[in-house]
């Protein structure tokens, strides 16, 4: 008897040396099938409303997975209350941009970007930044734009940096986009 699961027992009916199935119970809970009950504490929410607000509950489960691996916000390395604190708001205001941007690219036919894949592609973008000689001009060099990146920096509608100039010229390309 203890091989049956804990919801299972309520579907066989022992005796001294027989079992048999409760048909009776069966038939019972069969006219619940394809039901499932939500409960909530607001008496004043529509029906819709919670239907609504369940069905979008895998996003905030999503939203922690991401917090939790994507931005890593253990904060294993970290003792002090304010830098704990820190790391918790520069993650948090880390998703909320990767929301935007998935929100931003929702619209569009072509989106094929995972979080992953959005995150990743914004890790991998790399600007390398040189002084003069003289120290009175700083340049830029982009070393590398990836597929991912040009998708979504053109479905986002912002220009291309260009492979390499002086700092003070890269305000502009960057303020002139969308």
């Known amino acids: 008897m203890s091989e049956l699961k804990k919801g299972g027992k309520k579907y066989v009916n022992y005796s001294v040396g027989e079992i048999s199935l409760n048909e009776e119970k069966i ?5 619940w099938d394809g039901f499932y ?3 909530t504490s607001n008496k004043n929410l529509s029906i819709e409303t919670v239907i609504r607000t369940y069905s979008n509950l895998w996003k905030i489960e999503e939203s922690f997975r991401i917090l939790k691996t994507t931005f890593e916000t253990r904060p294993v390395y970290l003792s ?17 941009i990767e929301r935007f941007i998935e929100f931003s690219l929702s619209s569009l036919a072509n989106n094929s970007l995972t979080t992953d894949r959005i995150v990743d592609a914004l890790r991998k973008v790399k600007i390398v930044l040189i002084e003069s000689l003289d120290k009175k001009e700083k ?5 590398r734009e990836l597929e ?6 053109e479905s986002l ?12 010229e890269l305000g502009p390309v960057l303020l002139e986009s969308k």
Do not use: S
């Open 139 to 143: 340049y830029f060099l982009r070393v």
């Open 148 to 153: 991912d990146y040009t998708n979504l920096r």
């Open 157 to 168: 509608g912002y220009q291309i940096i260009p492979k390499w100039g002086k700092v003070d």
């Open 80 to 96: 002090k209350e304010k830098t704990i604190e820190g790391h918790f708001m520069i993650c948090y205001l880390a998703l909320v």
């Open 27 to 31: 038939i019972d809970d069969a006219r």
């Open 37 to 39: 009950g939500i409960y």
